[in-house]
Every structure is written in C-alpha cells, then in structure tokens.
Nanobody, 122 residues
C-alpha cells in the first residue's frame, strides 16, 4: 500500500484547462503504473489514463485522447494529468491509483487516493 494525495481540481469553464497532481508517499517512486480514474455523479468509476515506467508507456480512454496528457516525475514521486479543452461531461471526482503493471482494469490497482473534484461549467 502507498498513500496517494491528489490536488489541482477546481471549477473551470468549458474549453479551459486544469492540471491534476498525485503525490505518492513512497521513496523511491518504484510504482510500476500510476493511473487516473474518474467518477461522475450517478455513474460508475471509469478509467481515464495510466502511465508506466517509460515516457511512451501510456494508455488513454478514447473519450480523453488528444485532450488529456498523463506524465510522471519520478524524482518528485508525482504523476500529473494535464487536461485541456475540458467539456462539461468531464465533470467528476478524479482519483489516482497505484498498480503493478500497465492496465485499464480498476481492480488491478492496489492503492487509491481520496480524489479531487473537477467541475466544468458550460
């Protein structure tokens, strides 16, 4: 288990941008995969993006491809989610999670943060 703390959520107008951060309380930052998931009101939690060890080891949900970018800074034990061209349907609580391999399957992640609210106004 590892403690994860998200930050960076807020209220933004449609078309705007936000950058979420997720800091892991583990040194070294030897977590094979760091993912972002989101849950909108009255909906199931869904996969957004995940990042493995290397810069090119990333996966994205189709709904965010081309708008969101996931990155990680191992020196800072942090993973980021840059969200551009936000839409009202992106409104959700965004959580980061730690996993042992690159996957979109939620049950394969073993530690979860509390989440940060993102609200996109139309």
């Amino acid at each position: 288990q590892v403690q994860l703390v998200e930050s960076g959520g807020g209220l933004v107008q449609a078309g705007g941008s936000l950058r979420l951060s997720c800091a892991a309380a583990r040194r070294p930052f030897n977590i094979p995969a760091m993912g972002w998931f989101r849950q909108a009101p009255d909906k199931e939690r869904e996969f957004v993006a995940t990042h493995g060890w290397t810069a090119d080891s990333t996966l994205y949900a189709d709904s965010v491809k081309g708008r969101f970018t996931i990155s990680r800074d191992n020196a800072k034990n942090t993973v980021y989610l840059q969200m551009n061209n936000l839409k009202p349907e992106d409104t959700a609580v965004y959580c980061c999670a730690a996993g042992n391999y690159l996957t979109v399957v939620q049950s394969d992640y073993y530690s979860w943060g509390q989440g940060t609210q993102v609200t996109v106004a139309s």
